[in-house]
């Protein structure tokens, strides 16, 4: 074996411990909180840790928020058409926000109008605040919502955590939740 030989192994060996790492690394990097210019909420009574919430294994103490205290849903578009867009939601659970393809007033006005998705559906999803807690909800829609490379079940509320992604569409929709 020859000393080229010797070092083309190194390198194999050292580029299989890298990709290993970025591996390791993708899992989390899109459960990162954004933070530009935006109070996100990070209430004390609750440990959340976003790496174990998304994959399912969260074991958070119960959030409760103080009297008339309630959370917005801040949204940025990092691909798709709308790519760059973004979106400060108020959710209740009395008054769910809507994300689909439709214009209409309550997607405009009150939603997430991603007209330009040819693969969202007109009525794609909701999204409400109950009890402390942001969900979504996939409400039936044609191509489905991605969670991790996931399909979500239609009609089940996922419990957003800030910070996560989902795939609604051709496009992805980061999460942070932020104080009203």
Avoid: W
């Avoid at 689909?100 to 409400?128: A, I, P, Y």
């Avoid at 044609?142 to 009609?155: I, K, L, V």
């Avoid at 509320?157 to 992604?165: A, D, L």
């Amino acid at each position: 074996e020859t000393d080229t030989d010797t070092d083309t192994d190194a390198d194999t060996d050292a580029n299989e411990n890298t990709d290993a790492n970025a591996n390791v690394n993708a899992d989390t990097e899109n459960i990162a909180p954004i933070t530009n210019n935006i109070q996100v909420h990070n209430d004390a009574s609750t440990s959340i840790d976003p790496v174990k919430a998304a994959l399912g294994n969260e074991n958070e103490t119960e959030r409760k928020p103080k009297k008339g205290q309630f959370y917005n849903l801040f949204i940025e578009v990092q691909t798709g058409p709308h790519e760059g867009a973004t979106y400060l939601l108020k959710p209740r659970s009395s008054r769910p926000c809507d994300i689909g393809r439709s214009k209409g007033k309550k997607f405009q006005q009150r939603g997430v109008s991603l007209f330009k998705d040819s693969e969202v559906s007109t009525c794609h999803g909701k999204f409400e605040y109950k009890a402390g807690r942001m969900y979504y909800t996939d409400t039936g829609s044609t191509n489905g919502t991605s969670f991790m490379g996931e399909a979500m079940e239609d009609n089940v509320q996922m419990e957003i955590i800030c910070g996560m992604v989902l795939g609604v569409g051709d496009s992805e929709l980061k999460f942070t939740i932020v104080d009203n």
